[in-house]
């Protein structure tokens, strides 16, 4: 059974960290592209940051650039998300996303709350 499940989001004032993980099963996970996406309430699903399978090359949104960071650990199966100096508009609904061609699995996501 295919399944990415997210773990680490909670509740943090601005300006501080949270690491998120992604937890894969059920499919060869170094072989598949990792993203992470967001959504805030009210708003689309936004991709915050991509790894490629291989892990040669990333790409992260704007807004995150300099203080998000992606990594993977393909013997863990696990991917990660660093977000540092994080602020009130960081907060969202944050998912894990694996795709390879035409397949694409997603976790049920993890809420990160950036509040004083």
């Known amino acids: 059974q295919v399944q990415l499940v997210e773990s680490g989001g909670g509740l943090v004032q601005p300006g501080g960290s949270l690491r998120l993980s992604c937890a894969a099963s059920?499919?060869?996970?170094?072989?598949?592209?990792m993203n992470w996406y967001r959504q805030a309430p009210g708003k689309e699903r936004e991709l915050v940051a991509a790894?490629?399978?291989?892990?040669?090359?990333?790409n992260y949104a704007d807004s995150v650039k300099g203080r998000f960071t992606i990594s993977r650990d393909n013997a863990k199966n696990t991917g990660y998300l660093q977000m540092n100096s994080l602020k009130p508009e960081d907060t969202a609904m944050y998912y894990c996303?694996?795709?390879?061609?035409?397949?694409?699995?997603w976790g049920k996501g993890t809420p990160v709350t950036v509040s004083s």
């Open positions: 996303n694996a795709q390879r061609g035409g397949m694409k699995y």
């Open positions: 059920g499919f060869t996970f170094s072989l598949y592209a």
């Open positions: 790894f490629t399978s291989a892990g040669r090359s990333t």
